[in-house]
């Protein structure tokens, strides 16, 4: 009987996923208003905890895909994957101002740059405070902590060791993740409640999932102008990181 | 149709990513650039010329509007499939290495933003 309900978990993937996930949306929204009064949104609870599942998820697995590397819950790899996840990013971008967009270019701009090079420096420094001195390694590093796609892509074309590849993809994720769990509470404190500043943090922080999500749980009206200006900085990365930023690297550290 | 706005919404993502894996491989970067942004204008610009037109109904939007309600649900799904463990594994480095540009980063939004708004109200 077990069997044969873990048979039909695993052929529905997809169906399975919209049921964890909607078990665990719920639970977080009622977690919100009991513990915290709705203080912390129950999505960023439900964010948290779909990290949690996808620890334990990898815990068990031994895999790269969290939960979803359990054969009953790999729907929810189909459902959180890039293709539903872009398909519903850009869903999101109806019935958003075509004014508010233009207004804030420039800045933008300015704040994917930033967001870059700022990012790519503080891992350059950390991998320096670690014992690494060649260039190739520092800014492999660097690039992770841009994000943990810029990292991988940049190691390659630089030829960086695979220790210094899986650092660099780590140093990536732990962005991500700090970026999904801490935007919701500074959230007031640096003023990310309208349009204009959701783009801006978008070019600065840059990542992704660590955006998106970190949006959905501020305010899911802010998403697509964070998500808009995000959307470069991953590709804005992959063309720093190997060139201007690597030659910078190479002459202060020649290694 | 709920159809109409869903495969209108595909359109608009699969070109998008389309133009944005472009950009990438004329600019020589292993990425998509900009892919999801040029699908939100898209759908922003088409939808608001086929409105005014009234060849987008209220129903046709429908099945857009399910899919932009969607996206929690989904950005939950992404969060739990994380690699969690990884970013763990790699220890301090890692985790400073991560962490210390995200604090500095969190501190130049304000910054940068008030820039842009000092610009707009100056320009206006």
Same mark, same amino acid.
């Given at each position: 009987?077990?069997?044969?309900?873990?048979?039909?978990?695993?052929?529905?993937?997809?169906?399975?996923?919209?049921?964890?996930?909607?078990?665990?949306?719920?639970?977080?929204? +009622?977690?919100?208003?009991?513990?915290?009064?709705?203080?912390?949104?129950?999505?960023?609870?439900?964010?948290?905890?779909?990290?949690?599942?996808?620890?334990?998820?990898?815990?068990?697995?031994?895999?790269?895909?969290?939960?979803?590397?359990?054969?009953?819950?790999?729907?929810?790899?189909?459902?959180?994957?890039?293709?539903?996840?872009?398909?519903?990013?850009?869903?999101?971008?109806?019935?958003?101002?075509?004014?508010?967009?233009?207004?804030?270019?420039?800045?933008? +701009? /300015?704040?994917?740059?930033?967001?870059?090079?700022?990012?790519?420096?503080?891992?350059?420094?950390?991998?320096?405070?670690?014992?690494?001195?060649?260039?190739?390694?520092?800014?492999?590093?660097?690039?992770?902590?841009?994000?943990?796609?810029?990292?991988?892509?940049?190691?390659?074309?630089?030829?960086?060791?695979?220790?210094?590849?899986?650092?660099?993809?780590?140093?990536? /994720?732990?962005?991500?993740?700090?970026?999904?769990?801490?935007?919701?509470?500074?959230?007031?404190?640096?003023?990310?409640?309208?349009?204009?500043?959701?783009?801006?943090?978008?070019?600065?922080?840059?990542?992704?999932?660590?955006?998106?999500?970190?949006?959905?749980?501020?305010?899911?009206?802010?998403?697509?102008?964070? +998500?808009?200006?995000?959307?470069?900085?991953?590709?804005?990365?992959?063309?720093?990181?190997?060139?201007?930023?690597?030659?910078?690297?190479?002459?202060?550290?020649?290694? | 149709?709920? @159809?109409?706005?869903? =495969?209108?919404? =595909?359109?608009?993502?699969?070109?998008?990513?389309?133009?944005?894996?472009?950009?990438?491989?004329?600019?020589?970067? %292993?990425?998509?650039?900009?892919?999801?942004?040029?699908?939100? @204008?898209?759908?922003?610009?088409?939808?608001?010329?086929?409105?005014?037109?009234?060849?987008? %109904?209220?129903?046709? =939007?429908?099945?857009? @509007?399910?899919?932009?309600?969607?996206?929690?649900?989904?950005?939950?799904?992404? =969060?739990?499939?994380?690699?969690?463990?990884?970013?763990? %594994?790699?220890?301090?480095?890692?985790?400073?290495?991560?962490?210390?540009?995200?604090?500095?980063?969190?501190?130049?939004?304000?910054?940068?933003?008030?820039?842009?708004?000092?610009?707009?109200?100056?320009?206006?």
């Amino acid at each position: 009987m077990m069997d044969l309900i873990h048979q039909a978990l695993i052929r529905n993937g997809l169906l399975t996923g919209f049921i964890v996930v909607g078990a665990l949306i719920g639970i977080s929204y +009622v977690l919100s208003a009991r513990l915290t009064r709705g203080r912390l949104h129950g999505s960023a609870i439900a964010i948290f905890g779909g990290l949690l599942l996808a620890y334990v998820g990898g815990r068990f697995s031994g895999g790269k895909s969290g939960i979803a590397d359990l054969p009953a819950f790999a729907g929810i790899g189909l459902l959180g994957g890039a293709m539903l996840r872009d398909f519903s990013i850009v869903a999101t971008a109806y019935g958003a101002s075509f004014d508010d967009l233009k207004k804030s270019g420039l800045p933008v +701009v /300015l704040s994917l740059f930033a967001g870059v090079t700022v990012s790519f420096i503080c891992g350059v420094g950390v991998a320096f405070a670690f014992g690494y001195r060649d260039p190739v390694s520092l800014t492999t590093i660097g690039a992770g902590a841009v994000t943990y796609i810029v990292g991988p892509v940049t190691g390659a074309a630089l030829g960086a060791s695979s220790e210094v590849m899986a650092l660099s993809i780590a140093a990536g /994720l732990v962005k991500a993740i700090l970026v999904m769990i801490v935007t919701p509470l500074i959230a007031k404190a640096i003023g990310l409640d309208n349009p204009h500043t959701a783009m801006i943090y978008g070019g600065t922080l840059g990542t992704n999932s660590g955006v998106s999500a970190g949006l959905a749980a501020t305010d899911p009206k802010l998403v697509p102008y964070g +998500v808009m200006a995000a959307t470069f900085y991953t590709g804005l990365g992959c063309f720093l990181a190997p060139s201007v930023l690597f030659l910078a690297t190479r002459w202060l550290f020649p290694g | 149709m709920i @159809i109409y706005g869903v =495969a209108l919404l =595909a359109f608009c993502a699969l070109l998008g990513l389309v133009v944005g894996d472009t950009l990438g491989l004329l600019l020589g970067v %292993k990425a998509n650039v900009g892919g999801v942004g040029f699908s939100m @204008i898209l759908l922003l610009v088409l939808t608001d010329a086929l409105t005014k037109r009234g060849g987008f %109904k209220p129903v046709s =939007a429908s099945g857009v @509007i399910f899919w932009s309600g969607m996206y929690i649900p989904i950005v939950v799904a992404m =969060a739990a499939q994380q690699n969690v463990v990884g970013a763990l %594994k790699g220890g301090p480095l890692a985790f400073l290495a991560g962490s210390i540009g995200v604090v500095f980063s969190f501190a130049l939004v304000p910054v940068i933003a008030r820039i842009g708004r000092g610009k707009r109200e100056g320009g206006s």
